[in-house]
């Protein structure tokens, strides 16, 4: 059974930045595509960013490729996403989940989801 451990997040400024972490408990971490998502209020959720399993191929959607990095350590098990420039629109819940392709992430319908990390951007 996996479990994903989302943290990180906060309360910024914007123009603020943040790190977002994503401690994956199970197995076989090092074999899967993870990813970064987001849910804000009255909207679904939607893909930030995915990265293969040896992190050699971030991917990111146009709206979120100027300021957002993901990253991973599969010797932590642990995927992180840092966000720059952060603006109101960001202010969302932040998920992580995992697949075997990137490709499958763009429309998530993930059965299980962690209790993610608000990211709230606000002066």
């Known amino acids: 059974q996996v479990r994903l451990v989302e943290s990180g997040g906060g309360v910024v400024q914007p123009g603020g930045s943040l790190r977002l972490s994503c401690e994956y408990f199970g197995d076989s971490f090092n074999t899967l595509a993870m990813g970064w998502f987001r849910q804000a209020p009255g909207k679904e959720r939607e893909f930030v960013a995915g990265i293969n399993w040896s992190g050699s191929s971030p991917f990111y959607p146009d709206s979120m490729k100027d300021r957002f990095t993901i990253s991973r350590d599969n010797a932590k098990n642990t995927v992180y996403l840092q966000m720059t420039g952060l603006k109101p629109e960001d202010t969302a819940v932040y998920y992580c989940?995992?697949?075997?392709?990137?490709?499958?992430?763009?429309?998530?319908?993930?059965?299980?989801w962690g209790q993610g990390t608000q990211v709230t951007v606000s002066s």
């Open positions: 989940n995992f697949d075997t392709r990137i490709a499958t992430m763009l429309t998530p319908r993930y059965d299980y």
